[in-house]
T-cell receptor, first 113, second 111 residues
Framework: DSGVTQTPKHLITATGQRVTLRCSPR?????VYWYQQSLDQGLQFLIH???????AKGNILERFSAQQFPDLHSELNLSSLELGDSALYFC????????????FGEGSRLTVL | GDSVTQMEGPVTLSEEAFLTINCTYT??????LFWYVQYPGEGLQLLLK?????DKGSNKGFEATYRKETTSFHLEKGSVQVSDSAVYFC??????????FGTGTRLKVLA
């Protein structure tokens, strides 16, 4: 158990809909990272938050947004969903802003029909 | 930009065979380098790391050496087991706060 909690574990929705994925980092970790894992593109970095502030952006679509709240949990919002958004979305946390080990949650599997 | 390139899988080996999974990185700055492993149905977990040139990371019989001259961080294990079957990811962390992963290499070890 990494100590990172992601909900929901599975989500099935239709094209055009909006979903929110939630992540609770390990106790004491200030950094949260979001990744998208799909079969053909591996693990894609989406966004990094540190202590409530956005620190880095990767290949995150404009239809996607994220935030980190004062209690350090984070949410990833996906809107106007397309079939191609079907993937496993991972959250990871770490102690600092640029420290070594990431601790991953078990992921949220999104299926868009 | 920052990137990590891994050899494509799947890699299929017999038990006790020698394993090498190649990884190269873009030489922007002086990144820290990592190998993560993902077992079926689980999230990634850190396997080993190296933070500067010539450092060797090791864990559970796996090793990787940070080679600045070849911008490589190849993963090796002398004798694989069936329980090593998983997906292995090479990653780099630079000063831009981006933690970048390779596409992953699936390893299957046959008894």
């Amino acid at each position: 158990d990494s100590g990172v909690t992601q909900t929901p574990k599975h989500l099935i929705t239709a094209t055009g809909q909006r979903v929110t994925l939630r992540c609770s980092p390990r106790s004491g970790d200030l950094s949260v990272y979001w990744y998208q894992q799909s079969l053909d593109q591996g693990l894609q970095f989406l966004i990094h938050y540190y202590n409530g502030e956005e620190r880095a952006k990767g290949n995150i679509l404009e239809r996607f947004s994220a935030q980190q709240f004062p209690d350090l949990h984070s949410e990833l919002n996906l809107s106007s969903l397309e079939l191609g958004d079907s993937a496993l979305y991972f959250c990871a946390s770490s102690v600092g802003v640029n420290t070594g080990e990431l601790f991953f949650g078990e992921g949220s599997r999104l299926t868009v029909l | 930009g920052d990137s990590v390139t891994q050899m494509e899988g799947p890699v299929t080996l017999s038990e006790e065979a020698f394993l090498t999974i190649n990884c190269t990185y873009t030489a922007t700055g002086y990144p820290s380098l990592f190998w993560y492993v993902q077992y079926p149905g689980e999230g990634l977990q850190l396997l080993l790391k190296a933070t500067k040139a010539d450092d060797k990371g090791s864990n559970k019989g796996f090793e990787a050496t940070y080679r600045k001259e070849t911008t490589s961080f190849h993963l090796e294990k002398g004798s694989v087991q069936v329980s090593d079957s998983a997906v292995y990811f090479c990653a780099r962390l630079s000063g831009t706060y981006k933690y970048i992963f390779g596409t992953g290499t699936r390893l299957k070890v046959l008894a």
